[in-house]
């Protein structure tokens, strides 16, 4: 199993099969537009452009952490334009825990729980860093920035 496996819609409501992005590193985020995280879009935004097609950031909008993705689809990509200029793909709001997560994040959170074992998300804005091979490579916190990562993604792109 792997990430190309699975399907989610993207925030114009079309299925998209994740075995598109294979062979691409990818970067899988939960996202929030009201959060004092917010401003990591940008920082996200910056990664995608700089590895020109290498690395896909993939948003995933979620409401679960202080109601804090309150818009529809349109509202958030509007948002996310307006403010960010985001191009990186963009999917429809989905849980990210419990009964109701998108099976995608069921896997995620399983191949790589967070501190202490845990396979809850805690906060908007947790990143999962994908292999070229569909695996997960790390997991990262919410207050990890994107400039954080890129040491992890320059090595994957080059490797």
Not at 15 to 22: G, H, I
Not at 29 to 48: D, E, I, K, R
Not at 56 to 72: I, M, R, S, T, W
């Amino acid at each position: 199993m792997s990430v190309y496996g699975f399907t989610a819609n993207d925030i114009n409501g079309k299925e998209r099969k994740l075995e598109e992005f294979r062979g691409k590193v990818l970067l899988i985020v939960n996202t929030a537009s009201a959060c004092g995280l917010t401003p990591q879009y940008a920082g996200l935004q910056s990664l995608y452009e700089r590895y020109n097609g290498e690395l896909v950031v993939l948003g995933f909008p979620c409401n679960q952490f202080g109601e804090q993705e309150k818009g529809d689809s349109e509202e958030i990509k509007n948002f996310c334009d307006l403010r960010f200029n985001i191009k990186f793909p963009l999917f429809e709001k989905i849980d990210v825990n419990g009964d109701g997560a998108h099976p995608l994040y069921k896997y995620l959170v399983h191949e790589k729980p967070g501190l202490l074992g845990t396979e809850a998300i805690k906060w908007n804005f947790t990143k999962f860093l994908i292999g070229r091979d569909g695996e997960p490579v790390k997991r990262y916190a919410p207050t990890t920035t994107p400039e954080d990562i890129d040491g992890d993604i320059a090595a994957l792109v080059k490797g």
